[in-house]
């Protein structure tokens, strides 16, 4: 029976992934993460499909398996910005997906990994996935950023890889299942609950010149079209490479606090407030997606508008209480 592997099962975008595999007619899926992370149970509880492993029991269990494994879909990692324990994030972002690679390469078996926009800092080369760019001329802002640009960097150099790679670039990603990401839970996710409870969001004022308040620009793009990326590069196998994950389009926060009132069908109120200065050393004021690799390669499905996106997550999620 082939198997489909996802680290980081019980995370926000890997429990996502999850329930697309399972409802796209995967029936052997195995989900690799600490499953005794209490916050992040609802992500699993109703996942009965999925097999769950620990991950650090993964590399032996893929030993013992690797007859079955279709691909490794690489999700899992410390995602918190503001991390500044590198030795942490050294280990759980680098080292262990250095692992993987080195296992998938083994085995040859196709992997898909998450890397993130986090990589491209203040944008200064803009934001293409441009391999020769990535090897040589990004300057993260924080810790995370630089874990996964050292290993972006580090598979760029790799002579031996698994027969078919990617590595995605995601941008902003919100949705169902961040629940348990706390500070780390997107803008969207905090101005629901700021609503609820104040009727009120706060945003952060801006300290760049040529940014009013609230004009600071991010591409968002909705879990569900993640996902659906990584279900076409899992379909087609086409081209290995990194690429991006974003909409192309950038939108600013004052959008995305209006389209959350709008969805909760209450009046807009907006608070602007200073950010804390550890956020302001390292602050993307700026990010857009430089799409075009994406859709070279044949990937023509619409992305969700913020709107659109912000209303299915508000309406069908959020209001409700429910996971994806």
């Known amino acids: 029976m082939e198997q489909i592997v996802v680290t980081g099962a019980a995370g926000f975008i890997g429990s996502c992934m999850v329930k697309k595999l399972h409802d796209v007619g ?28 620990h991950r650090r029991d993964f590399f032996s269990w893929l030993d013992s398996d690797v007859a079955n494994v279709e691909c490794v879909i690489h999700l899992g990692a410390r995602t918190d910005t503001t991390e500044e324990n590198w030795e942490l994030l050294n280990t759980l972002n680098l080292n262990y997906s250095q692992q993987v690679w080195n296992s998938c390469s083994l085995y040859e078996i196709p ?84 609503i609820n409870t104040d009727g009120v969001v706060k945003l952060f004022r801006s300290f760049r010149t040529h940014y009013r308040d609230g004009e600071q620009h991010r591409d968002f793009i909705y879990v569900k079209d993640v996902i659906d990326v990584i279900a076409f590069f899992l379909n087609t196998q086409t081209e290995s490479g990194i690429y991006n994950v974003g909409t192309g389009q950038a939108r600013t926060f004052i959008d995305l606090a209006r389209a959350v009132f709008n969805a909760m069908n209450k009046e807009e109120n907006i608070e602007f407030i200073d950010a804390p200065i550890e956020i302001k050393r390292k602050y993307q004021n700026f990010t857009q997606a430089n799409m075009e690799k994406l859709r070279n390669l044949g990937y023509n499905k619409p992305f969700t508008s913020l709107e659109d996106g912000i209303y299915d997550y508000v309406t069908n999620y959020l209001l409700k209480n429910k996971n994806y």
């Open 111 to 194: 992997l898909i990994y998450a890397s993130s926009a986090a990589t491209y800092g203040k944008g200064k080369h803009g934001y293409t996935d441009s391999h020769d760019v990535i090897e040589t001329k990004l300057k993260p802002l924080n810790l995370y950023g630089i874990s996964k640009n050292e290993f972006d960097k580090w598979v760029l150099k790799q002579e031996k890889t698994p027969p078919f790679w990617v590595g995605l670039k995601f941008f902003n990603v919100y949705g169902p299942n961040e629940y348990h990401k706390k500070r780390m839970a997107s803008v969207v996710y905090h101005s629901f609950n700021q």
């Open 26 to 53: 995967y029936k052997h899926i195995v989900g690799v993460d600490d499953f005794s992370v209490e916050e992040k149970f609802r992500n699993t509880v109703d996942k009965p499909y999925m097999e769950k492993i």
